[in-house]
């Protein structure tokens, strides 16, 4: 992995099922990591490997959705044996709500008007 988050940086995201109680847009996305067109968008760790965040993969915001993934299997992830994941070392931690890519992936659904003309956004929520 290109840039590997600082214990630090691991140590300051909520534990898993910890933020459970503050809505999805509000909860804090504390890091950031991509390669390709595939972006894992972090707001829960375990402490351990576990991480729960908002995940994209290959560019397709269609099937973009709220998940886990391990640290451990990012860390693992080459592509032809030198492209690795990369940790956003330059990556603001702000709300889900915020971040764009989370928004466009269906975490958010847009107002059919555009925001610059008074348009707003909805958090979307899956029906069980």
């Given amino acids: 992995m290109w840039n590997t988050p600082t214990k630090e940086a691991l140590a300051s995201i909520p534990k898993l099922y910890e933020i459970e109680h503050i809505t999805a847009e509000d909860k804090i996305v504390h890091c950031h990591f991509f390669i390709g067109g595939c972006h894992w968008f972090i707001v829960e760790f375990d402490q351990v490997d ?24 990012l860390k693992s992830i080459k592509i032809q044996g030198y492209i690795e994941v990369e940790f956003d070392c330059y990556w603001k931690p702000r709300p889900a709500g915020e971040v764009e890519l989370i928004r466009k992936g ?20 899956l029906q069980n």
């Fill in 50 to 73: 576990t991480m729960f965040g908002f995940c994209i993969l290959n560019n397709d915001l269609e099937m973009a959705e709220w998940g886990y993934v391990g640290l451990g299997a």
């Fill in 106 to 125: 269906g975490g958010i659904l847009s107002d059919p008007r555009d925001e610059e003309n008074g348009g707003t956004w909805t958090w979307h929520t």
